[in-house]
């Protein structure tokens, strides 16, 4: 069962936007660092953003740098993707994660530092 709800991916033209946003199941709770991940069939899962929870360490995929911002509501619980100048390769499986390891600082890239998920929203870049 996730623990993290995402908003529904979709369909954009290469060039285009859109916007995901990210908040904790009921009953769950929110995370310190809190992060995206992408996935496409036959690759590892990687990190396109990630963010502290002060807001103050952010990391980015060298990919995606300068398209797309991170960003999150503490008081909502809430992280949010603005994927801009989207491009096909950009096409992917996008995941919201959240870590339960009480660091108010860091942000981290690695999977294995976030403990819970959402379920995955599909993004299709059309060309």
């Known amino acids: 069962q996730a623990q993290m709800i995402e908003s529904a991916g979709g369909l954009v033209q290469a060039g285009g936007s859109l916007r995901l946003s990210c908040e904790p199941a009921?009953?769950?709770?929110?995370?310190?660092?809190m992060a995206w991940f992408r996935q496409v069939p036959g690759k590892e899962r990687e990190c396109v953003a990630a963010i502290s929870w002060t807001g103050a360490s952010i990391y980015y995929a060298d990919s995606v740098k300068g398209r797309f911002t991170i960003s999150r509501d503490n008081a909502k619980d809430t992280v949010y993707l603005q994927m801009n100048d989207l491009r096909p390769e950009d096409t992917a499986i996008y995941y919201c994660a959240a870590s339960a390891k009480p660091d108010y600082n860091n942000a981290y890239a690695a999977p294995g530092q976030y403990d819970y998920w959402g379920q995955g929203a599909q993004v299709t870049v059309s060309s």
């Open positions: 009921r009953h769950s709770r929110s995370g310190y660092a």
